[in-house]
């Protein structure tokens, strides 16, 4: 929601800076701009919609100067336009911002009072305004910066350039990340260890509250007490650091097909392989929970769902998931022996973030299954419970869910054994089947031929439905989230045999349902209700096994997985509709990493 950097260096800034928030730019691509520090004066550039208007605005009007600030904009105060773009400047004041400002009507109403006019819409340019008056008003510049933090309330990372400080960023950050970059004979602070991984991989990741002032050499680093501090500097892996589409047209089709290794990785971590045991990576004593709490949004809440089914069948363990933006507010009731899990590839989602806060007050041990393992859930959690899917970047997230899923699969078995549910030999079984994951993973994405067909055929529909039963239907509600979200189609996932308590009635002549079905103990149930649509007129797509096409009903498109154990089906047939998704929006011509309105990082409300 929004990225940042800022760049204290030795060469020139501007396109630098462009390559970071090329990086940054799955964070925001409303608008984007820059702004440095050339001949002791500030100086920016900013341009509506994706970094390459700026790049075009940069080759026509090129910038100076080796310090300076960027910054990708997730329009939420204002609408998307030049105007509103950061950096917003004040004065002696440049700055770049990533969160929201909640009290900016009372902070601007006080600027207004005192004479000062605003040029945008935007909370940000309410912070600006606000150092620049500290400023004027005698404060040193980091005294201004402090007396404005303190007045703010809400969420921010910032990076701020002020003239006169020819060799100074300033950074805070509260509620949304930041890092600091140490390189050799200059320095950098940026929303992620991607931004800054084309210039270091040294990375220092800053606590709440924690304000920072970068030269050429160091990083002064103040904590929420504005007492020095120091925060362990890390070597990043190079994944971190690598973020490239090789040959593939999309980050999205590329990180589709990186599942097999992602879930390999991740499995790696939480199965001992010779000795067939699940053994997660952090201890949790399954036996003495009563009962789990998932909270996550969006993608990650449909892998929660899939958990709740996995954990429940295999280990017998009561599990509750819901979305973070309702638990947070709705003064839950949790019992003791409840494990809250936030499930999140980003670790920084605002509302799974104060979902995790709450349970912690309550008393509750977390636990997180995170991507990104510096994020903020990884660090507040009691437990940390990784995911190895690696950077992920298209917004639509695919790797990350089925890293996820492959971890509550695990968690299953885990708890499973663990509470006497399963012996040994059911144990190594279990191992066995997760095991074999990557292998049908990879072969359930040789389809592309079947599905770019059918694909062409959803691109002209108007609504797509999505049906599923067990473990299935939170995979029909992804199956329809990742539609909705880079073909603009409107789709819904319902529980198939929910259908006719309602949603039947939105069945015309060739309406596409997709059924995904796999020959398991619900398979008849499920066959029922695909008989129904048809008899309605719907174009049944059946997403199913070998066995399941021996029953597929006349007339119906069929794409084939391999037959597979329940505890992986969700992992195996998931492939199918990420390809589905992908391929109708690329037939239609959509932006398919960076879809219409949306960030891959949500970190406001
Ligand atoms: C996935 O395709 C979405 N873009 C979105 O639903 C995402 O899963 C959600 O915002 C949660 O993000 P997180 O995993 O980083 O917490």
């Known amino acids: 929601m929004c990225g940042i950097i800022g760049i204290v260096g030795r060469t020139a800034v501007a396109p630098r800076l462009v390559e970071s928030l090329r990086r940054l730019e799955y964070r925001g691509y409303d608008s984007a701009g820059v702004a440095a520090i050339v001949d002791g004066k500030l100086e920016r550039r900013r341009a509506v919609g994706k970094l390459r208007a700026l790049d075009e605005h940069l080759a026509a009007e090129p910038l100076g100067g080796t310090v300076g600030i960027g910054h990708v904009r997730w329009a939420t105060h204002g609408a998307p336009t030049e105007a509103n773009a950061h950096p917003h400047a004040s004065g002696r004041v440049m700055a770049v911002h990533n969160g929201i400002i909640e009290n900016y009507a009372e902070l601007k109403a006080e600027l207004i009072a005192k004479g000062r006019t605003f040029e945008s819409q935007t909370d940000t340019e309410v912070a600006v305004q606000l150092i620049d008056q500290y400023l004027s008003e005698g404060q040193a510049p980091l005294a201004a910066f402090q007396s404005a933090l303190a007045r703010f309330q809400g969420a921010y990372a910032l990076a701020v350039l002020i003239e006169g400080e020819d060799r100074l960023v300033l950074g805070a950050r509260r509620g949304s990340p930041l890092v600091v970059g140490y390189g050799d004979g200059e320095m950098f602070i940026g929303s992620d260890a991607l931004a800054v991984g084309p210039f270091t991989n040294r990375v220092a990741y800053l606590d709440e509250g924690d304000v920072v002032a970068i030269d050429d050499t160091s990083a002064r680093i103040l904590d929420a007490a504005g007492h020095d501090a120091i925060r362990p500097v890390r070597v990043i892996p190079a994944s971190a650091a690598l973020v490239e589409k090789g040959n593939y047209r999309h980050f999205m089709e590329k990180e589709i097909h990186e599942q097999p290794d992602s879930c390999q990785h991740t499995l790696a971590a939480y199965v001992d392989p010779v000795a067939l045991k699940a053994s997660p990576p952090a201890d949790v004593d399954f036996k003495a929970l009563n009962r789990i709490q998932i909270v996550a949004c969006g993608t990650a809440s449909y892998a929660g769902l899939i958990g709740k089914y996995l954990?429940?069948?295999?280990?017998?363990?009561?599990?509750?998931?819901?979305?973070?933006?309702?638990?947070?507010?709705?003064?839950?009731?949790?019992?003791?022996?409840?494990?809250?899990?936030?499930?999140?590839?980003?670790?920084?989602?605002?509302?799974?973030?104060?979902?995790?806060?709450?349970?912690?007050?309550?008393?509750?041990?977390?636990?997180?299954?995170?991507?990104?393992?510096?994020?903020?859930?990884?660090?507040?959690?009691?437990?940390?419970?990784?995911?190895?899917?690696?950077?992920?970047?298209?917004?639509?997230?695919?790797?990350?869910?089925?890293?996820?899923?492959?971890?509550?699969?695990?968690?299953?078995?885990?708890?499973?054994?663990?509470?006497?549910?399963?012996?040994?030999?059911?144990?190594?079984?279990?191992?066995?089947?997760?095991?074999?994951?990557?292998?049908l993973i990879s072969e359930s994405l040789q389809?592309?031929?079947?599905?770019?067909?059918?694909?062409?055929?959803?691109?002209?529909?108007?609504?797509?439905?999505?049906?599923?039963?067990?473990?299935?239907?939170?995979?029909?509600?992804?199956?329809?989230?990742?539609?909705?979200?880079?073909?603009?189609?409107?789709?819904?996932?319902?529980?198939?045999?929910?259908?006719?308590?309602?949603?039947?009635?939105l069945i015309e002549e060739d309406t596409p349902v997709i059924v995904i079905a796999p020959s398991d103990s619900l398979f008849e149930k499920t066959a029922s209700n695909m008989a129904e649509?048809?008899?309605?007129?719907?174009?049944?797509?059946?997403?199913?096994?070998?066995?399941?096409?021996?029953?597929?009903?006349?007339?119906?498109?069929?794409?084939?997985?391999?037959?597979?154990?329940?505890?992986?089906?969700?992992?195996?047939?998931?492939?199918?509709?990420?390809?589905?998704?992908?391929?109708?929006?690329?037939?239609?011509?959509?932006?398919?990493?960076?879809?219409?309105?949306?960030?891959?990082?949500?970190?406001?409300?």
């Open 311 to 439: 954990i429940e069948r295999i280990a017998g363990l009561p599990v509750d998931v819901e979305v973070s933006s309702e638990f947070r507010y709705r003064e839950a009731a949790l019992s003791p022996g409840t494990l809250a899990v936030a499930v999140s590839q980003s670790g920084e989602t605002a509302d799974t973030l104060a979902a995790l806060r709450f349970c912690k007050a309550q008393g509750l041990v977390t636990a997180a299954i995170v991507n990104a393992h510096q994020s903020t859930m990884a660090r507040e959690a009691d437990v940390l419970w990784p995911t190895h899917a690696g950077p992920e970047i298209g917004v639509a997230s695919t790797k990350a869910f089925t890293a996820q899923v492959s971890v509550m699969a695990a968690l299953a078995v885990a708890a499973a054994a663990q509470r006497g549910r399963i012996d040994a030999a059911q144990e190594a079984h279990l191992v066995h089947v997760l095991l074999e994951a990557p292998r």
């Open 533 to 605: 649509v048809i008899a309605r007129g719907a174009r049944v797509i059946m997403i199913t096994d070998a066995e399941g096409q021996r029953h597929a009903p006349p007339g119906a498109r069929v794409v084939t997985a391999p037959a597979c154990d329940p505890l992986i089906a969700p992992l195996v047939f998931a492939g199918a509709i990420q390809l589905l998704a992908y391929y109708t929006a690329v037939q239609k011509g959509a932006d398919v990493d960076q879809p219409r309105n949306l960030a891959k990082s949500v970190t406001v409300e």
């Open 447 to 505: 389809v592309e031929d079947t599905i770019r067909e059918i694909a062409h055929e959803l691109g002209r529909a108007r609504d797509v439905l999505y049906l599923g039963r067990g473990a299935m239907y939170p995979l029909a509600l992804e199956g329809a989230l990742k539609l909705k979200e880079i073909s603009y189609i409107h789709a819904e996932g319902y529980a198939a045999g929910e259908l006719k308590h309602g949603p039947i009635a």
